[in-house]
């Protein structure tokens, strides 16, 4: 085994590839060293949840608050108004809600979808009960959505009950009653 000691290594003239190793190698940092730009890096990630119920008007499709900031080392969430402001990048973007109108409720229909810059994704998710009444509804959607650095994003939730309070339930840690995640896809 031999030792390479240099500071720079540059290709011998213009600008090109340099190649290290080859097919089957694998490329190892030694203990405490880091690498910078290649690699990639998956932040922002991002995880909110309710830990309370979220009231809702019956048939109007509700922006979901989401209370309880689980993991949002960058910052890209608003807890006051449910916004969050992804960096440039390409996310997986995902979304559960348990919806319903309370005890002794009667949901007819429910939805979830992303709002991607004020518009429909076309991961909207909906339930229609008919005449089959539920007491609530537990809706999961996913999305890969690319983000400019300036464009938000919202999670919404539609309920349509017969009886009841239209709401998003709560719930405590680590059972909340909505849920939101993104993660920053390498490419």
């Known amino acids: ?24 190698d694998t490329i190892a940092l030694g203990s405490g060293a880091s690498q910078t730009g290649f690699g990639g890096d998956n ?14 008007s019956d048939n109007t499709w509700t922006t979901i608050v989401f209370n309880t900031e689980i993991l949002d080392a960058n910052g890209i969430y608003n ?19 348990n919806v319903g109108g309370g005890g002794g409720s009667t949901l007819k229909n429910a939805g979830v979808k992303f709002l991607v810059g004020g518009s429909v994704t076309t991961a909207e998710q909906t339930m229609n009960e008919a005449d089959n009444f539920a007491a609530y509804g537990n809706l999961v959607t996913s999305y890969i959505q690319a ?41």
């Open 43 to 56: 932040k922002p990630i991002l995880s909110v949840g309710l830990s309370s119920p979220q009231s809702m």
């Open 1 to 24: 085994m031999s030792t390479l000691k240099v500071d720079t290594i540059l290709k011998r003239t213009g600008t090109g590839t340099i190649t290290l190793g080859q097919s089957g």
């Open 79 to 97: 807890n006051s108004t449910g916004v969050a402001t992804p960096t440039a990048g390409t996310y997986l973007m995902m979304f559960a809600a």
């Open 147 to 187: 983000f400019d650095g300036s464009t938000t994003v919202v999670c919404q939730a539609y309920n349509d009950v017969s009886s009841g309070t239209p709401s998003v339930y709560g719930g405590s840690s680590p059972r909340f009653g909505a849920t939101f995640q993104m993660v920053k896809l390498i490419s």
